[in-house]
């Protein structure tokens, strides 16, 4: 694989076609909010208070529940837009590397009219590893507190704490252990979801099909792929750093004011509150397309990658 023309390739394609770095920016909106209780939880809260009215607290924590639910539809919504524009950005890479001209629309369409077998690769792919890894934490939590529980009785009967401490620390390092199993197994997920992805936008494979193709890309070619993925990390960092450098002083500047006025006890005026919330809302968007970028270029890479390795299957 020649690694250096996938960098600069990846980098000429994103760099050329800005409207790439809006699908970036739309792919990179992965976090959903959660919290279904807490309307109800702030309401019980304010009962027990005794400060307000239980009239009140119910509205509030019915505002709030409301608030909750509205955003979770939200965060539903934006997790389907970022995977619809995760395979735009697969399927308009590889339209732009083979010369065709491609627009935002047609791009974004493309990744809506896959989205639901790009959603059920997710599904398949990682409820299983999820539920695996729910399992084994809840059965070594249990056993390491039954275990705990047992050595530090006999530690009481045998007046002998080191024991117990030394049977604690083999239950951490038992536990770090299995830390170290799961963060490889994830990473060997997160690279075959990234090329089933791939199969599904490019091949129109289907779910299951797709996830068998991205294993078989993935065994087929250990080597190259770990190579390739050392490289996007390092570039990633040193972009990370470099991001840094440039966010840190604006952020001084805009935190400043504020945390210098706390720390002389006095209180907020307008301008520096202003000052806050417009900086803060600068310095997002400035972080938002400096991220949007990266994200657009690591997807790039992988595709040409993809496209790379699978070029002689038919």
């Known amino acids: ?58 509205a509030v924590g019915g505002a709030i529940l409301l608030l909750v639910c509205i ?10 837009v970022s995977l619809a524009a995760q395979g735009g950005l697969i399927r308009a890479v590889a339209d732009l590397d083979d010369g065709h001209k491609v627009t935002l629309g047609e791009a974004f369409g493309a990744g809506t009219q896959a989205i639901w077998r ?14 695996i890894v729910v399992l084994i934490v809840v059965a070594a939590a249990i056993a390491g507190v039954v275990a705990a529980v047992g050595m530090a009785a006999a530690a009481e009967l045998t007046s002998n704490p080191e024991r117990s401490l030394a049977a604690l620390g083999f239950l951490a390092i038992c536990f770090v252990a299995l830390c170290c199993i799961l963060i490889p197994v994830g990473i060997v997920f997160s690279v075959i979801y990234e090329f089933a992805l791939r ?25 190259e792929i770990i190579i390739l993925i050392l490289i996007l990390f390092i570039l990633g960092l040193l972009y ?40 803060g809302v600068c310095l997002g ?30």
Do not use: C
Request: charged residues 10%; negative net charge; without cysteine.
């Open 1 to 58: 694989m020649d690694y250096g023309k996938i960098i600069g390739d990846s980098w000429r394609i994103v760099w050329n076609h800005k409207f790439l770095w809006v699908l970036g920016f739309l792919a990179a909106l992965t976090s959903v909010s959660n919290g279904g209780n807490s309307g109800r939880n702030f309401s019980q809260q304010l009962l027990e208070s005794g400060d307000i009215s239980p009239e009140v607290a119910t």
């Open 71 to 80: 955003g979770l539809l939200v965060g539903i919504i934006l997790a389907l």
């Open 118 to 131: 790009l959603l059920g690769i997710g599904l398949l792919l990682w409820l299983p590893f999820i539920l």
């Open 199 to 223: 199969g599904t936008m490019l091949r129109q494979l289907g779910v299951v099909d797709s996830i068998l193709h991205g294993w078989e890309v993935v065994s087929t070619h250990v080597g």
């Open 240 to 279: 990370g750093v470099m991001v840094g450098v440039i966010l840190l002083p604006l952020g001084l500047l805009v935190f400043a004011p504020m945390g210098a006025t706390i720390i002389s006890g006095n209180v907020p005026n307008l301008p520096a509150l202003m000052l806050l919330i417009g900086g």
């Open 285 to 314: 968007l400035i972080g938002a397309v400096l991220n949007s970028l990266i994200v657009a270029w690591r997807s790039a890479a992988i595709t040409l990658a993809y496209r790379e390795l699978t070029a002689n299957e038919v």
